[in-house]
């Protein structure tokens, strides 16, 4: 007997990757096809796609490697990273990720692959660990309210001048910032501020202040280079002028030091980097930001706040959701969506973890050490000018800058070169007697003397005054005594996790927002203490693997959308929007179009689109859409015509929100490229063109694409996300640039570019390596396939739930893209029944409820991802079509309009401590699905109040009352 000889492709595993990350199987995907009237994937296109988007020419990326080979190539490519002690400081500094937190949040799906918190009920356990995180943020920096994350430090800051020009009483159009802000902090408000048009004066604060006039004053405290000042003097000038004090905080610091809210500042930002989460070479970190509660209402980003349920009882939710984007639109004063939650999240454990005795441990080492390294650099005869700090000092070394910094170098460390004179040292947390030995190796002359450290820790003095020193207590709450061990901080992760369905659970169905498989092999680089470790102010030579793992990512990228450069530095969609729209106004300005500032937008769009003109300076236009969701050709013409030499740029998502690929797309460019006008693409559907379609070759100038829709980065719960956006060459001189780091755009050319738009040069550096192992391991075959599979599983589900729910748009041949609306509209005028409704009882089921009510109100939007099998794909359908019966029970009069099984959704286990009075059986209550026995998802709370905790806005953890 011979053994059929195997191809050798295959004994490599290569391939083997695309039928782990493709939900179903051959078996199934046959079955579905069949349902659909085909018989093979590829007849997909010409069923489904417009023929003249279709791609020319195939892609360059043909090889698919395996898991394995991925990983190999990934240890070859860190090896070229090399790990320096990195005492940069300037807003990033190494710290030490707890192990019992980086194992079970950090690397759990169940943290990971969560979804924004829109759907309340399934998301108790992350909505309480990010109120703990406000809470953290408004104990430390001594405010009222802070919000659940923002982007970074520098956009923070961003964020927070521009809130305080529309609060401030003070009609002048500037803002005065500390020359001592971080670098990337200045240079990102003053891109933001070009835009805006207002003025930004860098200059020393604690010196005449007085004789500027501006709307805001920011501050950085401690300053940069480290030292602390009092802001007494500084609030005082600025509340004169009727202008807000804003404050960019060193989180670590303030656990020693007087607390900004103590001196009456107005908004405090900053970094929680290192509370626990590593530099990752630039990122994803959370940024924070705190004002005081009379300016809730008007903070950027999202909002834990406290509520109550159905039985009563206190239960989380995003408070104020109004405000989001979509519905603010061109009001919108902020573009911000995906933020940072899973890094907010580690960070309120952090915090969690070590409590705030712990924490004055960590801070008070950190001073001391720095204490001890100053008073060791003045016996060996150097000048410190640092007078009062609390971990960054600045050494005098005339002349000698560069050569102490080489010579650090050659000892693994990285010192910061503020000029040819000085050099700045910020300790961390790792920081250890050796750290200091090192230093002191490095700064040796042969006369001095080697400083003893025993001897010197008991002689410095405390080099901050008792006025700038924190008095008052913090991290109070029950929460941050309660798991100091690790059996029951492990504990307490886990409880959190079980209340949340995650993708570890069920299918998430969000319609634009892209579900898929966040596989294992994907998360495991960044996790290297090579891709980790790294500061984003390294300098090059250090940094070598990220730079191949970029050139080769933008490649990848490049290929896939037919552009011909990428930015990587915009961290999440909206940033993507905000950066695209500003390549093409300073492309226009070049060109002497100056007066070109309208931005069409079709009605579809998502509010981010018009949040993102606005920031970037445009006016918003809106196009309509006809029956049938496209963009109006005939209003486009109409708005083209009026407009016509002021139109900036178009902005359209393809295929649209409507979940259909219009098929007038090149027209659509066509006729926005003969006003004058630049197409920008909303890339966030791109999971529906992937290897079919490339956009830059079919009419489009820039798009931004969520890496963390189409390329499997996980939406940690809210963030991080990356926005990459790609430009044709055209616009490539323009891409952002960075004030430290040089060499950023390559192509920047006589006119220079955009400017900065996130602190760090590469964005969220880290989490690159996600897309980058995604698109390896698929190659070409492996992501047309997906893609295809996506749009098969969307137009299964629109053929299955079609006899029981209008789909509400469909293109070509009745198909739809890779989602799919059904329309909910009619059950409200029927039988009162809402689209909440709907959503609330397929908890009891054990769904995550599709998008709600985006872009058409009442309507559910629906996208399966290719990587939901049939089997899933069908339990999600069989829930569905039992609850239209559910409705129909209503609508024909059996059973009750208010007290039915929809209205009391999801039922929680406290129901069955109560005696039975509902007119339906438990069985139906608990348990209406398939397969439900052995696995049901029990929600920890009723059907959350929202009216109530707009009214109510609590926004930290409960008053310790409620705690006995
Ligand atoms: C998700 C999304 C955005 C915003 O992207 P973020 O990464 O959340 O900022 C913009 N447009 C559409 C259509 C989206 O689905």
């Not at 670098?183 to 501020?193: F, S």
């Not at 109070?476 to 995650?502: G, K, N």
């Not at 956009?695 to 820039?702: F, L, Q, S």
């Amino acid at each position: 007997m011979t053994l059929p000889r195997p191809n050798l492709n295959q004994l490599e595993m290569r391939g083997d990757f695309i039928r782990r990350h493709i939900g179903p199987n051959p078996e199934q995907i046959r079955a579905m096809l069949a349902e659909l009237g085909l018989t093979d994937l590829e007849q997909i296109i010409a069923k489904a796609l417009p023929a003249d988007i279709l791609n020319a020419e195939p892609l360059k990326l043909t090889e698919t490697i395996s898991e394995n080979a991925v990983i190999k190539h990934l240890r070859k490519i860190r090896e070229r990273n090399k790990v320096f002690t990195s005492l940069i400081g300037m807003g990033y500094y190494d710290t030490i990720m707890p192990a019992v937190i980086k194992r079970n949040v950090l690397e759990n799906p169940g943290w990971y692959t969560a979804y924004t918190p829109y759907q309340p009920e399934v998301s108790q356990g992350r909505l309480e660990a990010l109120l703990n995180f406000q809470q953290m943020i408004v104990d430390l920096t001594g405010m009222e309210i802070a919000n659940a994350s923002l982007l970074d430090e520098a956009t923070a800051a961003a964020e927070a001048v521009a809130m305080a020009r529309r609060l401030s009483h003070n009609p002048v159009q500037a803002v005065f910032v500390d020359r001592d802000c971080h670098p990337q902090t200045i240079a990102v408000v003053q891109t933001r501020a070009r835009s805006l048009g207002y003025q930004v004066i860098v200059g020393d604060p604690y010196r005449g202040l007085d004789r500027h006039d501006f709307f805001a004053v920011l501050v950085q405290y401690p300053g940069s280079q480290g030292e602390i000042h009092d802001l007494g003097e500084i609030v005082e000038i600025a509340h004169k002028k009727s202008a807000l004090a804003v404050a960019a905080a060193d989180l670590l610091s303030l656990v020693l030091l007087k607390p900004p809210g103590a001196f009456g500042v107005d908004i405090v930002v900053g970094s929680a980097q290192r509370f626990g989460v590593p530099m990752g070479y630039g990122g994803p970190h959370a940024a924070f930001f705190a004002t005081q509660d009379e300016y809730k209402r008007s903070m950027p980003g999202r909002l834990i706040g406290v509520s109550k349920d159905s039985h009563g009882h206190t239960a989380l939710r995003m408070a104020l959701q109004t405000r989001e984007q979509h519905i603010r639109r061109d009001k919108a004063t902020s573009n911000i969506c995906t933020s940072q939650v899973l890094l907010a999240v580690i960070a309120g454990f952090y915090a969690v973890y070590h409590g705030a005795d712990g924490l004055r441990m960590i801070a008070g080492r950190v001073h001391r050490y720095a204490q001890i390294l100053a008073a060791g650099l003045a016996l060996m005869g150097y000048e410190v000018v640092s007078r009062r700090y609390f971990d960054t000092l600045v050494v005098r070394v005339p002349n000698r800058a560069k050569r102490i910094a080489a010579q650090a170098m050659e000892a693994s460390i990285n010192l910061r070169v503020i000029d040819p004179d000085h050099i700045g040292i910020s300790l961390d947390e790792t920081t250890t007697r050796k750290t200091l030995r090192a230093l002191w190796q490095v700064f040796a002359t042969p006369a001095a003397e080697f400083p003893d450290i025993n001897r010197l820790h008991e002689s410095v003095d405390e080099c901050i005054p008792d006025a700038l020193l924190r008095s008052d207590p913090f991290l109070q709450h029950p929460v941050f005594a309660r798991y100091h061990s690790e059996t029951e901080m492990m504990r307490y992760m886990r409880r959190l996790a079980r209340r949340d369905i995650a993708l570890d659970r069920s299918m998430i169905p969000l319609g634009s927002c892209t579900m898929k498989l966040n596989a294992a092999t994907e998360m495991q680089a960044l996790s290297y203490h090579e891709f980790s470790g790294l500061h984003p102010f390294a300098p090059l030579y250090q940094t070598l693997g990220y730079q191949q793992m970029f050139a080769e990512l933008e490649d990848m990228l490049c290929d896939l959308t037919g552009f011909d450069a990428f930015s990587l530095q915009p961290n999440a969609g909206s940033q993507g929007e905000y950066t695209g729209l500003l390549v093409i106004r300073k492309f226009h300005q070049v060109n002497g179009q100056h007066q070109r500032t309208i931005c069409l937008i079709p009605a579809s769009a998502h509010g981010t689109n018009p949040a993102s003109a606005v920031l970037a300076g445009l006016k918003v236009v809106v196009v309509a859409c006809d029956d049938n969701g496209n963009v109006s050709l005939d209003d486009l013409k109409a708005k083209l015509a009026e407009y016509h030499d002021t139109v900036a740029a178009l902005m359209i998502t393809y295929p649209s929100t409507h979940g259909v690929f219009e098929e007038a797309f090149r027209t659509i460019c066509e006729l926005v490229h003969q006003h004058g006008g630049q197409v920008y693409l909303d890339g966030a559907n791109f999971n529906a063109l992937v290897g079919l379609s490339r956009p830059g070759k079919i009419g489009a100038d820039v798009a931004h694409l969520n890496l963390h829709k189409t390329f499997s980065i996980p939406h940690g719960g809210g963030g991080p996300g990356v926005g990459p956006i790609g430009v044709g060459a055209h616009l490539a001189p323009y891409l952002p640039d960075h004030p430290v780091v040089k060499n950023v755009n390559p192509n920047k050319g006589p006119h220079g570019t955009i400017g900065t738009v996130a602190a760090a040069p590469w964005g969220s550096a880290s989490i690159y390596t996600i897309s980058w192992a995604y698109i390896a391991m698929m190659g070409a075959a492996g992501l047309k396939k997906a893609t295809l599979t996506a749009i098969l599983n969307a137009n299964y589900i629109a053929k299955r739930l079609a006899p029981h729910y209008p789909i509400l748009y469909t293109g070509k041949n009745g198909w739809v893209a890779h989602e799919c609306i059904i329309d909910c509209r009619a059950f409200k005028h029927a039988c009162g029944i809402t689209v909440e409704d709907i959503a609330k009882r397929l908890i009891d089921f054990g769904f995550h409820a599709p998008t709600v009510s985006f872009p058409v109100p009442e309507t559910l939007m629906i996208e399966p991802t290719e990587s939901e099998d049939k089997e899933e794909i069908d339990r999600f359908c069989n829930a569905l079509i039992a609850i239209r019966q559910e409705i129909a029970e209503i609508e024909n009069g059996n059973a009750d309009p208010e007290n039915n099984v929809l209205r009391h959704a999801p039922h929680t286990h406290k129901l069955l401590l109560e005696e039975w009075t509902l007119p339906y059986s438990r069985q139906q209550a608990f348990f209406p699905g398939d397969d439900q026995e052995d696995d049901k998802y029990w929600p920890p709370v009723g059907r959350i109040d929202n009216v109530y905790g707009d009214r109510h806005v609590i926004c930290t953890c409960p008053p310790l009352e409620d705690y006995q």
